[in-house]
T-cell receptor, first 117, second 111 residues
């Protein structure tokens, strides 16, 4: 069945480096994808809406230059955490609306665990 | 990952009525969370209920959790047309910080 994949599943990086996370829709096209982050024991927080062919829409308080989003194709959106710092350590998850359901249901990716040392 | 199940998949009610959505899961959890998604938008967090809690309220929302049955329910009282949205439950499994989502319930409130 249709799923959403993320790569990598987990990543450990040094402070100051940049990390790219990929979100792919499999077997369906997604003109829109959503990016979230979750701190341990807390709820998911919407970061931005990724739009194929146009700029992402960021939620209030999310730094656009810090979290670069590129929706390069109808099946791929990437989130790049630039100049990562320990406070960026979090669980990042993407989702994509299921286009054929006629309703607003989504598939969620398995998430990416980022640890910045 | 989709690990939970919500039912019903879709629900249509008249304004003023109560709406109840259910969520079942399979493993032990730290907490269970309910989210709402409006058309074309991302998820918005509604309520988080911990595994040692049985009921929680927030405005017109009431969430129950039965860990013995591995199920939760979300009740929206005195529904309004603006409550029309999809509602998702998500579980944080014991020993993990990842969230596992259900497939959602589409609620339509008819004015």
């Amino acid at each position: 069945g249709a799923v959403v994949s993320q790569h990598p599943s987990w990543v450990i990086c040094k402070s100051g480096t940049s990390v790219k996370i990929e979100c792919r829709s499999l077997d369906f096209q997604a003109t829109t994808m959503f990016w979230y982050r979750q701190f341990p024991k807390q709820s998911l927080m919407l970061m931005a809406t990724s739009n194929e062919g146009s700029k992402a829409t960021y939620e209030q308080g999310v730094e656009k230059d810090k979290f670069l989003i590129n929706h390069a194709s109808l099946t791929l959106s990437t989130l790049t955490v630039t100049s990562a710092h320990p406070e960026d350590s979090s669980f990042y998850i993407c989702s994509a609306p299921i286009p054929w359901t006629g309703a607003d249901t989504q598939y969620f990716g398995p998430g990416t665990r980022l640890t910045v040392l | 990952s989709q690990q939970g199940e919500e039912d019903p998949q879709a629900l249509s009610i008249q304004e003023g009525e109560n709406a109840t959505m259910n969520c079942s899961y399979k493993t032990s959890i730290n907490n269970l969370q309910w989210y709402r998604q409006n058309s074309g938008r991302g998820l918005v967090h509604l309520i988080l209920i911990r595994s040692n809690e049985r009921e929680k309220h927030s405005g017109r929302l009431r969430v129950t959790l039965d860990t013995s049955k591995k199920s939760s329910s979300l009740l929206i009282t005195a529904s309004r047309a603006a409550d029309t949205a999809s509602y998702f439950c998500a579980t944080e499994q014991t020993g993990a910080n990842n969230l596992f989502f259900g497939t959602g319930t589409r609620l339509t409130v008819i004015p």
